[in-house]
């Protein structure tokens, strides 16, 4: 059974830097065709797709948010985490991780999600 | 990067009613799309990818369709527990875009 479990600050300042970890369980970021996933939904709004870490180390990410978004993983640990600097009220949302997989060579599907984690962005 | 539009943003049915939701692509993406419903206050949940192939475990009353620029999603008769909001969203060049989302709710 696979889970993901989003874990973070619920506040943070306008300029500072967020950092939400995604701890995952019932798959290996290590498996060919396996992708850790980061969404974002402000209130009310619709889904963002962010970034996404996959099994081959390759990192991808958002072009409107690239210069801002950083990916790392902890093998060990089975987390992956999101730096989004120089945060703004705009960023208020909720943060979801969610497992991505391949349904065919080179193309990928996100199926299972995490339950979310609110962050607001206010001084 | 591709863009996606939906139409309609929002609309208003009645249970039993046939809906069908648009989805276009700035590009071509071949067959990668997919749906997701989101209820108020849940995570989204897959529907149906690669254009066409339901997930397992959703009901057949949904299907997809497309290829290219231009999907839909066809809900055959509309049932109380599927008033939600509907997202697209496309894969290609190893990227996601979500769709800004069609509202269905109660006529």
């Known amino acids: 059974q696979i889970t993901l479990k989003e874990s973070g600050p619920t506040l943070v300042k306008p300029s500072q830097t967020l950092t939400l970890t995604c701890t995952f369980s019932g798959f290996s970021l290590s498996t060919r065709g396996v992708g850790v996933a980061w969404i974002r939904q402000p209130p009310g709004k619709a889904l963002e797709w962010l970034a996404l870490?996959?099994?081959?180390?390759?990192?991808r990410y958002s072009p409107s948010l690239k210069s801002r978004l950083t990916l790392t993983k902890d093998t060990s640990r089975n987390q992956v985490v999101l730096t989004m600097s120089n945060m703004d009220p705009v960023d208020t949302a909720t943060y979801y991780c969610?497992?991505?997989?391949?349904?065919?060579?080179?193309?990928?599907?996100?199926?299972?999600w995490g339950q979310g984690a609110l962050v607001t962005v206010s001084s | 990067a591709i863009q996606l539009t939906q139409s309609p943003s929002s609309l208003s049915a009645s249970v039993g009613d046939r809906v069908i939701i648009t989805c276009r692509a700035s590009q071509a993406i071949n067959s990668a799309l997919a749906w997701y419903q989101q209820m108020p206050g849940k995570t989204p949940k897959l529907l149906i990818y690669d254009a066409s192939t339901l997930e397992s475990g959703v009901p057949s009353r949904f299907s997809g369709s497309g290829y290219g620029t231009d999907f839909t999603l066809t809900i055959s008769s509309l049932q109380r527990e599927d008033f939600a909001t509907y997202y697209c969203?496309?894969?290609?060049?190893?990227?996601?875009?979500f769709g800004p989302g069609t509202t269905v709710d109660i006529k």
């Open positions: 969610a497992h991505s997989g391949a349904y065919r060579s080179g193309l990928y599907r996100i199926a299972n």
């Open positions: 969203q496309q894969f290609n060049d190893y990227l996601f875009t």
């Open positions: 870490f996959y099994w081959d180390d390759d990192k």
